[in-house]
């Protein structure tokens, strides 16, 4: 059971490029989520999937797509990467369901992507 | 607007103290509330979850919360070096699968 799991570890863009963040889970939950964590801005939501075939912006969407490609896998793109989108990004899921419990909406994360924009 | 807010520290507590970390939240009707520890360079690992109002206790941790005051606290006892870290609040602001809202985090170090 590895959890949630995170595809590159480390990436180098310059600016302009493209490039997809995976993650995966295999706890069978409904919600996943994207996160970027930057130095004193603490956790920041980008895109949320509440469940398999919907999608949601967060707090930061702008310059993000995301794909909920099955109930396991979400993805984050970046059309045209900026420095400015330099962070570690953060996948997360949860059991939750727009009608759950509140004991469903614990969080479990992935390691990290650490992105540099050149 | 959905606001976390925790003191950004450090905080400095010597090795076998309690470490008391505080968070103030916004919104009335949140039901989840969860303490994360980050170390440096790591995700977010789960602490600690508290619902209902109160004290919650595990192992050496205590999560309190006070939903009229809209405060939620955590307790370190027999505080350890390895407890050095920065400890995350998040909240469930509004319920449902919209995800948590984050603080800042509050960095702890343990003094040996």
């Known amino acids: 059971n590895a959890g949630v799991t995170q595809t590159p570890k480390f990436q180098v863009l310059k600016t302009g490029q493209s490039m997809t963040l995976q993650c995966a889970q295999d706890m069978n939950h409904n919600s996943m989520y994207w996160y970027r964590q930057d130095p004193g801005m603490g956790l920041r939501l980008i895109y949320y999937s509440a469940s398999e075939g919907t999608t949601d912006k967060g707090e930061v969407p702008n310059g993000y797509n995301v794909s909920r490609l099955n109930k396991r896998e979400f993805s984050l793109r970046l059309e045209s990467a900026a420095p400015s989108q330099t962070s570690v990004y953060f996948c997360?899921?949860?059991?939750?369901?727009?009608?759950?419990?509140?004991?469903?909406?614990?969080?479990?994360f992935g390691p990290g992507t650490r992105l540099l924009v050149l | 607007q959905k606001e976390v807010e925790q003191n950004s520290g450090p905080l400095s507590v010597p090795e076998g103290a309690i470490a008391s970390l505080n968070c103030t939240y916004s919104d009335r009707v949140s039901q989840s509330f969860f303490w994360y520890r980050q170390y440096s360079g790591k995700s977010p690992e789960l602490i600690m979850s508290?619902?209902?109002?109160g004290d919650k206790e595990d192992g050496r941790f205590t999560a309190q919360l006070n939903k009229a005051s809209q405060y939620v606290s955590l307790l370190i006892r027999d505080s350890q070096p390895s407890d050095s870290a920065t400890y995350l609040c998040a909240v469930n602001i509004g319920g449902g699968a919209d995800g948590l809202t984050f603080g800042k985090g509050t960095h702890l170090i343990i003094q040996p």
């Open positions: 997360a899921s949860s059991p939750s369901t727009l009608a759950g419990r509140a004991s469903q909406e614990t969080q479990y």
């Open positions: 508290i619902y209902s109002n």
